[in-house]
């Protein structure tokens, strides 16, 4: 089976770094993805790691240790629209995920 | 590129009522597709997926079905809501390795 945990919420600054931890027991794995959903809305795509390192893209970055079993997403230069929940999902082949319980993040002045 | 329709967006309906969800995708061809419901304050839960026409796959035993009667259509039924069946349901398909999420429908059993 498959056990992801993370945060439930966070609070950060505009302007700062946030960095969102997940953790994961899975039974295989291939990939670990992470989304973001704003209130009301679908999650949409943010980042997807297959290999142990740090793949950045923008103001944000996703970091994998397989061993570990952990990822984080690290968040710059935060802005006001970055308040959202973000979902660490991992697969185990299949093309199926195992989603996490997401992490509200809120950002403030 | 991949665009994933669904409707209606917004539903309500009485207990006992029956269901039924409609995805359809656009842009490729034999795609696996999958439905999740996401709950009040919950995460993501899987409940179907398909690889292909009359394929499916049930995640979570409850009175939820689905089916695909064609390449790009995905349906999620029910005969009798239950007021658990509340929450925002999505459907997504894979592409390039990656799952993309559609609008959503949230439903709403009263």
């Known amino acids: 089976g498959q056990n992801i945990d993370q945060p439930t919420e966070m609070t950060a600054t505009e302007g700062a770094i946030v960095q969102i931890n997940c953790t994961y027991q899975?039974?295989?794995?291939?990939?670990l993805f992470w989304y973001q959903q704003h209130a009301g809305e679908a999650p949409t795509f943010l980042s997807y790691?297959?290999?142990?390192g740090l793949e950045e893209k923008g103001r944000f970055s996703s970091f994998l240790s397989r061993s570990k079993g952990y990822s984080y997403l690290l968040l710059k230069e935060l802005q006001m629209k970055d308040s959202a929940s973000y979902l660490c999902?991992?697969?185990?082949?299949?093309?199926?995920?195992?989603f996490g319980t997401g992490t509200q993040l809120k950002v403030e002045l | 590129s991949q665009t994933i329709h669904q409707w209606p967006a917004t539903l309500v309906q009485p207990v006992g009522s029956p269901l039924s969800l409609e995805c359809t995708v656009e842009?490729?061809?034999?795609?696996?597709l999958y439905w999740y419901r996401q709950a009040a304050g919950r995460g993501l839960q899987l409940l179907f997926y398909?690889?292909?026409?009359?394929?499916i796959s049930s995640e979570v035993p409850q009175n939820l079905s689905a089916s695909r009667p064609q390449d790009r259509q995905f349906i999620l039924s029910s005969k009798k809501l239950l007021l658990s069946d509340s929450g925002f349901y999505l459907c997504?398909?894979?592409?390039?390795?990656?799952?993309?999420f559609g609008p959503g429908t949230r439903l709403t059993v009263l």
């Open positions: 999902a991992v697969t185990g082949g299949g093309n199926k995920l195992t």
């Open positions: 899975t039974s295989g794995f291939n990939g």
């Open positions: 790691n297959v290999l142990d």
């Open positions: 842009g490729t061809s034999n795609p696996n």
């Open positions: 398909s690889v292909g026409i009359g394929q």
């Open positions: 997504a398909e894979i592409l390039g390795g990656t799952q993309y």
